[in-house]
């Protein structure tokens, strides 16, 4: 699980320990264990938020972990091309590669580590698939896609593309310098990262060695939720335990904590965390499939607006690149 690393961890400004007279530590208000499943073409997942009501995820709608899965030649799979409406996909790639194209001309190819954050607003169609020279060698495939609401005034806003590479997103360390925290959008301890939300949110990727801590403020006013995606240990101020695939959902606070067990297997040396939180925007969803509206007349009205051709069109020449880059990919904001 590369995503970024760094060569050493204690050059990194460090979360200070939140002072205890002055902080509430968040509890566990609830713990879950992802189910298996398919996806796309048919890559492997795991529905992160499955059975969690969904006024506790708000503002976000749907999480997956793609992999963790080794590929043989030939094996590796995407999605076709698809609709959106009214909402944002995030896919963060820590293993692998994928290609993302989409009917307003964004695009580009993410691996380790890089973040594709796309704004369906009013409508858009894309595509994401492993590029031809994946397919043909196979490899280590693992990620995320996250759904993130977007409330009702901002829903018909012009779909638009960010390529967040690996490289900008904010580095810090936990105060006993055991764990790498990864800040992809929002803020952490007063660090940003290059995300650019319209729903107010955070989203963090946190490595923790052995026996670390990791404790860090966390704003009131955002839902806390932390999943572990590899390895073993326990979160919240009660210190329950939690393992891979399992999700955390935290009660009110300024602050949250996760640890890692003094043990972990083979397989997952470290454990790693994704802690994610937002801005409830706490109005009505109407969900259907690839749209995610305010009511249902205006999901069936998404719907006759994609076969009537409204949210684009397939590009006549599909040029999605096959090996990384550097630059902005075309229509990126």
Same mark, same amino acid.
């Not at 799979?77 to 909402?87: A, D, Q, S, Y």
């Not at 490899?139 to 690996?166: C, E, M, T």
């Not at 083979?266 to 802690?275: E, G, N, Q």
């Given at each position: 699980?590369?995503?970024?690393?760094?060569?050493? $961890?204690?050059?990194?400004?460090? $979360?200070?320990?939140?002072?205890?007279?002055?902080?509430?530590?968040?509890?566990?208000?609830?713990?879950?264990?992802?189910?298996?499943?398919? @996806?796309?073409?048919?890559?492997?997942?795991?529905?992160?938020?499955?059975?969690?009501?969904?006024?506790?995820?708000?503002?976000?709608?749907?999480?997956?972990?793609?992999? @963790?899965?080794?590929?043989?030649?030939?094996?590796?799979?995407?999605?076709?091309?698809?609709?959106?409406?009214?909402?944002?996909?995030?896919?963060?790639?820590?293993?692998?590669?994928?290609?993302?194209?989409?009917?307003?001309?964004?695009?580009?190819?993410?691996?380790?580590?890089?973040?594709?954050?796309?704004?369906?607003?009013?409508?858009?169609?894309?595509?994401?698939?492993?590029?031809?020279?994946?397919?043909?060698?196979?490899?280590?495939?693992?990620?995320?896609?996250?759904?993130?609401?977007?409330? &009702?005034?901002? &829903?018909?806003?012009?779909?638009?593309?960010?390529?967040?590479?690996?490289?900008?997103?904010?580095?810090?360390? /936990?105060?006993?310098?055991?764990?790498?925290?990864?800040?992809?959008?929002?803020?952490?301890?007063?660090?940003?990262?290059?995300?650019?939300?319209?729903?107010?949110? /955070?989203?963090?990727?946190?490595?923790?060695?052995?026996?670390?801590?990791?404790?860090?403020?966390?704003?009131?006013?955002?839902?806390?939720?932390?999943?572990?995606? =590899?390895?073993?240990?326990?979160?919240?101020?009660?210190?329950?335990?939690?393992?891979?695939?399992?999700?955390?959902?935290?009660?009110?606070?300024?602050?949250?904590?996760?640890? =890692?067990?003094?043990?972990?297997?083979?397989?997952?040396?470290?454990?790693?965390?994704?802690?994610?939180?937002?801005?409830?925007?706490?109005?009505?969803?109407?969900?259907?499939?690839?749209?995610?509206?305010?009511?249902?007349?205006?999901?069936?009205?998404?719907?006759?607006?994609?076969?009537?051709?409204?949210?684009?069109?397939?590009?006549?020449?599909?040029?999605?690149?096959?090996?990384?880059?550097?630059?902005?990919?075309?229509?990126? =904001?």
């Amino acid at each position: 699980m590369p995503a970024i690393t760094v060569d050493d $961890i204690t050059v990194l400004p460090r $979360i200070a320990t939140p002072d205890v007279t002055s902080v509430r530590q968040r509890a566990v208000r609830g713990i879950t264990t992802a189910p298996r499943g398919f @996806e796309g073409d048919g890559f492997p997942v795991r529905r992160a938020f499955n059975g969690v009501d969904l006024m506790e995820l708000d503002p976000f709608i749907h999480l997956d972990q793609m992999g @963790e899965v080794e590929y043989a030649p030939g094996e590796p799979k995407g999605t076709p091309w698809h609709p959106h409406r009214g909402f944002e996909t995030v896919t963060y790639l820590m293993d692998g590669t994928f290609e993302h194209s989409d009917s307003n001309g964004g695009g580009g190819v993410i691996s380790n580590g890089d973040t594709q954050w796309m704004t369906a607003g009013a409508g858009i169609l894309h595509i994401e698939k492993p590029p031809e020279a994946l397919v043909v060698s196979g490899g280590l495939f693992h990620g995320f896609q996250l759904w993130v609401n977007l409330p &009702k005034a901002q &829903k018909w806003s012009p779909p638009r593309y960010q390529d967040i590479r690996a490289g900008e997103v904010g580095l810090l360390a /936990s105060a006993d310098g055991g764990a790498l925290v990864r800040v992809i959008a929002g803020e952490v301890a007063g660090h940003a990262g290059p995300g650019s939300t319209y729903t107010p949110m /955070s989203l963090v990727h946190a490595t923790l060695s052995p026996e670390a801590t990791l404790s860090m403020p966390w704003r009131a006013d955002y839902n806390a939720l932390v999943y572990v995606m =590899a390895g073993s240990g326990t979160v919240g101020s009660e210190q329950i335990p939690v393992t891979m695939g399992q999700l955390a959902v935290l009660g009110p606070g300024n602050a949250l904590t996760v640890a =890692a067990s003094l043990t972990q297997e083979s397989r997952s040396p470290t454990l790693d965390v994704l802690i994610l939180g937002g801005h409830p925007i706490r109005e009505p969803v109407a969900w259907a499939g690839p749209f995610v509206m305010n009511t249902r007349e205006e999901v069936m009205q998404a719907l006759t607006d994609y076969e009537a051709g409204k949210l684009g069109s397939i590009p006549a020449v599909h040029g999605a690149p096959t090996t990384l880059t550097e630059s902005t990919p075309p229509g990126a =904001a």
